[in-house]
């Protein structure tokens, strides 16, 4: 039962740099999202996603991008790296987008930017 | 400015000591989740709570949701070193969860 998965567990990159954070789960959930969690800030939304084919912004989408084009993948891209997103970066899917559903969330990336 | 406050921020008390931590918010929520997150893992689900005054009960966790849905809390009794880690609240709003700060429990031996 793999559930949520994230690589890489760790990432350093430079200022300016590019990457892409991976996401996959395994349990046919419709919905995903992508929060980074910095220390007295709690959990921020970034972007997320209802389903195949659809996305949208959360709280803090600004120098990050999202696509979904599978059910089962939903990638995080830092187009031009910041040491404003130094942070650990987390995951997650529910099966629907309802008020009483569970959030599944990966177990993280820790990131660093120089 | 966030639209869930957590309090205390920090709290270490001893093994065998009760304790209450809060989660208060303006706006009202159709439901409220309360997740705990250990060093190096993602937040994992204790409880979800929807309707106003519901109280709810896991073992020696009690949740309450507050009468007007804009608040919570959650009382440990006779804490243990194995409740220690981050409590996070979150409210579900628009079509998304958003999360408090969070509380950092330790419980001493």
């Known amino acids: 039962n793999a559930g949520v998965t994230q690589t890489p567990k760790f990432q350093v990159l430079k200022t300016g740099q590019s990457m892409t954070l991976q996401c996959a789960q395994d349990?046919?959930?419709?919905?995903m999202s992508w929060y980074r969690q910095d220390p007295g800030m709690g959990l921020r939304l970034i972007h997320y996603?209802?389903?195949?084919?659809?996305?949208d912004q959360g709280e803090v989408p600004n120098g990050y991008n999202v696509s979904r084009s599978t059910t089962e993948d939903f990638p995080l891209r830092l187009l031009s790296a910041a040491p404003s997103q130094t942070s650990v970066y987390f995951c997650a899917s529910s099966p629907r987008t309802q008020s009483n559903e569970k959030l599944f969330f990966g177990s993280g990336t820790q990131l660093s930017v120089l | 400015t966030q639209l869930l406050e957590q309090s205390p921020q920090f709290l270490s008390i001893q093994e065998g000591e009760n304790l209450t931590v809060y989660c208060n918010s303006s706006?009202?929520?159709?439901?409220l989740q309360w997740y705990r997150q250990e060093p190096g893992e993602g937040p994992v689900l204790l409880v979800t709570v929807v309707t106003g005054g519901e109280v709810k009960k896991l073992k020696r966790l009690t949740f309450q949701f507050g009468d007007a849905r804009k608040d919570s809390s959650l009382h440990i009794t006779a804490a243990q070193p194995g409740d220690t880690g981050l409590y996070l609240c979150a409210g579900y709003y628009g079509q998304n969860f958003v999360f408090g700060p969070g509380t950092r429990l330790s419980v001493l031996p």
């Open positions: 996603s209802v389903g195949a084919g659809i996305t």
């Open positions: 349990m046919n959930h419709e919905y």
């Open positions: 706006s009202v929520f159709s439901s």
